[in-house]
DNA sequence: ACTGCCGGGCA
DNA sequence: TGCCCGGCAGT
């Protein structure tokens, strides 16, 4: 019934369906590997695919059941189809053999992978970002996309896990949000919706125009078209938050133990996913570094994902980042006033590297002549900075 | 726009 | 050598 292909040149899973007894058949290539799996999953009419026992597809197959596509499995609908393709597809991504090898990596590292791979498509990997689309609304590309999208619905299951009575006003927020606009695969017969663009170019490109070539690139652009997303709405909105929630969850609290059933552990490293963890690792950093500058996170550098960051104070973060910033100049200035009053010259010069989170002495903290006595008392200046030459007084 | 200062000119 | 300033780069 639907067969479902992927030429990322990484992975080609195709499923179909078999008329009514609703079997389908999957069979999954991990890339390189030239393993394929092939697996036989009973989803008759009716049947919801998380409550299928069946071992270790159940967790990942939970995915629709949390992310609220109620499958009353209806084969005629390709829709439908397509999203349990995508399901399907999610959840191979996430079993294939390879993924599990190391179950018991570093937690929060695997988990940061499994949300790159969950979250992100980007890189070089062509993750399946084109398989969330129909259900989660943002396959969230590209780190700088994750970045803006943050309030997208991506993470909206975050913050319902993670903070729910904080983002009673976020989530009105993100609603609208999500009606900003979506992006529409015109490809013939495909008709997918997206609400990254950057996924839904990824999505064209990996799937129909098969391949990463620059030409096919550019070609992406005639295959999607923008629409509102007011249409899309009549869908249901919810896949992509408790979707996105399984993964982030998972992804946030490194000892997230998940209820059984949840899916977890499995989802961890995939070579899907593996062009992931830099990206995520970005994120990290990026917020990292927004939250340790100013508050002087104990963070050794040896051990980057101690980094008492979380995607909860991340997400939420948006409204603190600004005051962060600004107080972070009082802090260097503090820092500065402090070791420049015993002796300036001399332990301004000693570095004041604080960590990864050390920020470079901004022009700013510098006290010069011209800054301590101003413009108008020239007079007082030394006469380096007089002649505009390198301060004496307070040099560097 | 402001700041720090290099490079160069002038007396 | 002392003084001054144009101009660049960073914020």
Redesign the pocket.
């Known amino acids: 019934m639907a067969a479902v292909g992927s030429r990322a040149g990484l992975d080609t899973i195709s499923m179909c369906t078999e008329g009514q007894d609703g079997l389908v058949y999957m069979q999954c290539c991990g890339q390189g590997e030239g393993q394929g799996v092939q697996r036989k999953l009973n989803a008759g009419p009716g049947t919801e695919w998380s409550a299928d026992g069946n071992t270790q597809q159940t967790n990942l197959l939970s995915f629709p059941r949390s992310s609220g596509v109620d499958l009353p499995y209806s084969p005629e609908s390709v829709e439908m189809d397509e999203i349990m393709a995508a399901m399907v597809l999610t959840s191979l991504s996430c079993t294939s053999p390879v993924v599990q090898s190391p179950p018991q990596r570093d937690l929060l590292t695997g988990d940061m992978e499994c949300c790159g791979g969950e979250l992100s498509d980007s890189g070089s990997s062509g993750y399946w970002s084109w398989d969330h689309g129909s259900v989660s609304p943002a396959p969230s590309p590209s780190v700088t996309e994750m970045d803006r999208s943050l309030d997208q619905p991506t993470d909206e299951g975050l913050h319902m896990e993670l903070d729910e009575a904080a983002c009673e006003e976020p989530k009105a927020r993100r609603c609208k949000s999500l009606s900003r606009g979506a992006y529409r695969c015109l490809w013939p017969g495909c008709g997918k919706v997206l609400t990254s663009r950057v996924g839904m170019k990824r999505h064209i490109r990996i799937l129909h125009l098969g391949g990463g070539s620059e030409q096919s690139q550019r070609e992406e652009d005639f295959y999607y078209t923008e629409v509102s997303s007011e249409d899309e709405e009549t869908a249901p909105p919810s896949p992509a938050p408790s979707f996105s929630s399984g993964a982030w969850t998972s992804c946030s609290s490194t000892q997230s133990q998940s209820t059984p059933g949840h899916q977890d552990a499995p989802v961890q490293s995939s070579p899907l996913s593996q062009s992931a963890p830099s990206s995520v690792w970005q994120i990290h950093t990026e917020h990292l570094y927004q939250a340790c500058t100013p508050v002087q996170v104990m963070v050794s550098p040896g051990s980057p994902t101690f980094c008492s960051w979380s995607p909860s104070g991340d997400v939420q973060q948006k409204p603190q980042i600004s005051a962060s910033r600004s107080r972070s100049v009082s802090v260097g200035e503090q820092w500065l006033q402090r070791n420049s009053a015993p002796t300036r010259s001399q332990t301004m010069s000693a570095s004041p590297s604080r960590g990864h989170c050390s920020f470079?002495k901004?022009?700013?903290e510098?006290?010069?002549?011209?800054?301590v006595y101003?413009?108008e008392r020239r007079d007082q200046w030394c006469?380096?900075?007089?002649?505009?030459?390198?301060?004496q007084r307070f040099?560097?």
């Open positions: 470079r901004g022009r700013g510098a006290k010069k002549c011209r800054k101003g413009v006469t380096a900075c007089r002649w505009k030459k390198a301060c040099p560097d």
